[in-house]
């Protein structure tokens, strides 16, 4: 499904995160900073020293069950990738230790071991913006006429969405 056209590509920007930054919070920093409020993460790889992913456990839809993988082991950053609407980033990444390789939603908490480097291009011509899903309960992409002036919503971990779909089946069954 298509959600908008007409978007171009705008200026690259490529950050070099240092040890002890935090990943997700720093990317929603630069973008800030950038006038990124719309953009795609090309490219990123690195470390980190403490790492947080979440993704879905099970295939029924709406999905309901969410893993939530934390480490405070050292982990290579093989791929990173995502979405930037109204300065809100989507973020999901691939890791690996010598056992292993994993990933998922990235989550607050992301701290740079060694390096972390990323290539954000920045979109242009097109409004989008994370919207609540009734159905799902997940804030998916959308492309919207203007931005409201009501600031920046950077709620999008799949944690929140659990406790979302909770509340309402709680409810549901107290409605019976």
């Keep these: 499904m298509v959600i908008g056209r007409g978007g171009r ?12 930054e935090l990943l997700l919070e720093s990317l929603r920093a630069i973008c ?14 690195g470390s ?8 879905v456990v099970s295939p029924a839809f709406p999905p309901t069950r969410f893993y939530d993988n934390r480490s405070r082991a050292g982990v290579e950053i093989l791929a990173l990738s995502g979405v930037v609407a109204d300065y809100h980033v ?10 292993k390789a994993f990933g998922g939603h990235v989550e607050e908490g992301c701290r740079i071991l060694s390096l ?26 959308g492309v919207v006429r203007r931005y409201a ?28």
């Design 9 to 20: 590509a705008g200026e690259v920007v490529v950050v070099r995160l240092a040890p002890g």
């Design 32 to 45: 800030r900073q950038e006038k990124i409020r719309n953009g795609v993460i090309l490219t990123g790889f």
């Design 48 to 55: 980190l020293s403490a790492s947080r992913v979440t993704g």
């Design 90 to 99: 989507h973020a999901h990444v691939v890791l690996c230790d010598r056992r």
């Design 116 to 141: 972390s480097e990323i290539a954000i291009m920045r979109v242009d011509r097109i409004r989008l913006k994370r919207l609540l899903d009734p159905t799902s309960g997940q804030k998916l992409l």
């Design 149 to 176: 002036a009501d600031g920046v919503d950077q709620e999008g971990s799949l944690l929140t969405v659990q406790k979302r779909l909770a509340r309402r089946r709680l409810a549901r069954r107290a409605g019976r």
